[in-house]
């Protein structure tokens, strides 16, 4: 154990924990749900945690800085029917431009609740609580209640989600779960490798000293959330290529399953520690969850909410209790390591001596 | 004394009730018969389980804590009640049930973070999704009603005067309330844990035990004004108080309880409700649609936090400017040191 300690640090712990229980869960659904193991569940499990997984790297960005965005919801509906109600109205835009507005409406959403907590000094919490209503109430009023439905829809965005880029045996490659692996890797390389992206682990662990430390904290808080904009205005259209029908609802609650993804994932909540590789694992073990515990036979779909909230319960818990005894079990580890060091260090040294 | 008065109304209460007075002042003028009794009496009894429960988070928050949970308590409650005594249990004994299961919801709340020392955030974000979900176990997408007179008139039949038996029940919260926080020793003890709970402990305070109880109060408060939405609604689904939770704290914010605890009076929560309540039925009024009342209390939620920031940020700079006072010392080491490139 201790030999394992000095080698991987305690939060690889977690990440392969997260691996070996969505494993076993696969295994279990495949024993008890006729056709589990098919192509169509992939499709359907991929293309769901594709969405929830750009927004869980999004949040876990803005997490790390010990913030939280509860808007993403309503920045996901409000992207998705407006640029879907762009697109009715003229089908024959470049996709590349429809992208990059979906980008641009997050960012600048993101950037209003950066604007508030970074300069505003708004506590997250209360300000994303707020902007998450405003989004939501602004596409209500703006949309009056229309709905953007499929066969307004151009050709090519409909046929998005069913295009497979390429097959693993029955497994469907799709373009939805290609954009969400990109994202995942891109930022999670940004996080190790960037200064920006460490610079929001020293905020985060202490935002006092990260600010006495020189570091731009105000700045790059609000980069944190103008780009998480950015991802759920991405998961908008997403949000739109998936589903096609877009209602003034669309979107809502995502919140909580992004947030839950992100600490079941193993962000710490209180900012500091976490990884994208964590939280999209907890993506795809709250989406296996829920989009399998309804079809085991004789269950009822009202289980779930109740096992999801359980699940975050347990995730936290665990991070809390047993993570916490790791590290110190790993910090011992090193202490011993350090020591040998130095021990073989002195009678090396006296060995060689003149 | 004038000092003091002068400062009161400098105050965030002061602040509140200028507000108040000019709502009321436009609504009053706008409506005959706004300031009638009856219809403030509506104007309460529309909101008063979301009210209650207001009451109950402003503990929560002085004790530097949150409670997500409170509208998924109160429809578990509403929910429990409507299937009990669709099973024969009567309605009193459903009651009793009701208010054991908000009391069981916040123990298990409470558990998390007094004992285990959980973030309350996850705890009860947690608790928002999964109470929900054993509400939809009993409940399904059902609609359940069928309740007894005597049991739907308790958000509407006057009992006293004019006044319902919610109302009535509120009011008492209120005093109750005031007085826990402003005059108790535990309500002390809420100050004390919420403005530095390491202080409190050293100084002997059983944290634990104040953090528990408050979990608790919060969630048998919450299912208490479940089962009298229940009561008044006449049915329940599995959807029922869903989304309570961003009015009920913007109403404890605005009151000027802070977010990170240790501060705060329930005069001003009252204020503030009374503030959001007339102003809502001033808007409605107005013809300003149920959802975009939401956003504006969205608006003014962040704006009770901005404002005061924003006002303190520009008195700080022009003081700064003056050469009154120095600046803070945030502000010195900030200015003196800079920024050196970040390396990864």
């Keep these: ?354 | 004394m004038a000092r003091d008065l002068v400062r009161r109304l400098g105050s965030w209460e002061g602040l509140l009730l200028v507000l108040l007075l000019a709502i009321v002042a436009v609504n009053a003028v706008s409506v005959p018969g706004y300031l009638g009794v009856q219809n403030q009496i509506n104007l309460l009894q529309l909101n008063v389980e979301k009210v209650i429960v207001v009451l109950a988070m402003t503990m929560v928050i002085i004790a530097g804590e949150i409670d997500l949970s409170i509208a998924s308590v109160m429809g578990l409650a509403a929910v429990l009640v409507a299937w009990l005594t669709e099973r024969g249990v009567s309605m009193e004994l459903a009651i009793v049930i009701a208010l054991l299961a908000g009391v069981l919801a916040g123990a298990f709340n409470g558990f998390w973070v007094a004992v285990v020392g959980l973030p309350s955030l996850a705890v009860t974000l947690a608790g928002l999704i999964g109470f929900r979900g054993v509400a939809r176990l009993f409940i399904g997408d059902r609609s359940l009603g069928g309740f007894p007179d005597w049991f739907t008139g308790l958000g509407q039949h006057p009992l006293l005067g004019p006044i319902p038996f919610a109302i009535l029940a509120f009011s008492v919260l209120l005093v109750v309330a005031a007085i826990v926080l402003q005059a108790s020793g535990f309500g002390r003890l809420l100050y004390v844990v919420g403005s530095s709970p390491d202080v409190a402990r050293y100084s002997g305070v059983r944290v634990r035990r104040v953090k528990w109880s408050i979990f608790i109060i919060s969630s048998t408060v919450s299912a208490f004004a479940g089962i009298l939405l229940a009561a008044r609604l006449g049915a329940v689904r599995g959807s029922t108080a869903e989304g309570f939770e961003l009015d009920i704290i913007t109403m404890v914010l605005l009151g000027g309880v802070s977010i990170f605890g240790g501060s705060g009076r329930i005069l001003g929560v009252f204020l503030s409700i009374l503030l959001i309540l007339n102003l809502r039925n001033g808007l409605g009024l107005l013809n300003v649609s149920g959802n975009a009342q939401t956003g504006v209390l969205g608006a003014l939620l962040i704006l009770s936090v901005l404002v005061p920031n924003v006002a303190r940020g520009v008195r700080g700079r022009l003081q700064a400017r003056g050469g009154r006072s120095l600046p803070p010392p945030g502000r010195l080491t900030e200015g003196a040191e800079p920024s050196p490139p970040v390396g990864g």
């Excluded at chain 1, 405003?134 to 409909?158: C, H, M, N, Q």
């Excluded at chain 1, 995942?184 to 940004?190: G, H, K, V, Y």
């Design chain 1, 1 to 354: 154990m201790t030999a394992l300690l000095q080698r991987i640090r305690p939060e690889r712990f977690r990440e392969l924990a997260l691996v070996v229980i969505i494993l076993a869960l696969i295994a279990f659904f495949g024993s008890q749900i006729p056709d589990f193991a098919s192509g169509l569940t992939f499709t359907r499990i991929s293309t769901s945690v594709a969405v929830i997984a750009v927004l869980a790297v999004g949040q876990t960005m803005v997490v790390l800085t010990r913030n939280i965005d509860l808007s993403v919801g309503s920045i996901v509906g409000l992207v998705a029917y407006f640029v879907g109600t762009f697109l009715t109205r003229d089908q024959g835009i470049n996709p590349i431009v429809v992208i990059a507005m979906s980008i641009g409406i997050g960012a600048a959403l993101g950037a209003v609740n950066g604007l508030l907590v970074a300069w505003g000094r708004v506590p997250a919490i209360i300000a994303t609580l707020g902007t998450l209503a405003i989004y939501r109430v602004f596409l209500v009023e703006a949309s009056g209640s229309r709905t953007v439905t499929t066969d307004k829809l151009p050709d090519w965005l409909l046929q998005l989600p069913r295009v497979s880029l390429f097959s693993v045996g029955d497994f469907d490659i799709l373009p939805l779960a290609v954009v969400a692996v990109v994202v995942i890797i891109a930022f999670q390389l940004m996080l190790r490798y960037l200064p920006f992206g460490r610079r929001l682990f020293a905020i985060g662990s202490n935002p006092e000293a990260a600010r006495v430390a020189g570091f731009p904290v105000q700045r790059d808080v609000f980069v944190a959330y103008l780009l998480n904009g950015g991802l759920a205005g991405l998961a908008g259209f997403m949000f739109l290529v998936r589903f096609g029908n877009i209602t003034v609802t669309a979107g809502q609650g995502l919140e909580l399953q992004v947030v839950a993804a992100v600490v079941v994932g193993g962000v710490n909540i209180f900012g500091g520690s976490g990884s994208m590789i964590g939280a999209f694992l907890g993506a795809v073990l709250i989406d296996l969850l829920q989009q399998s515990i309804i079809r085991l036979p004789g269950i009822s779909e009202f289980v779930r909410d109740a096992f999801l909230g359980l699940l975050i319960l347990l995730a936290v818990a665990s991070d809390k209790v047993i993570l916490g005894r790791l590290r110190a079990l790993a910090a011992r580890a090193r202490r011993q390591q350090e020591e040998e060091r130095l021990h073989s260090d002195a009678t090396g040294g006296l060995g060689s001596g003149p």
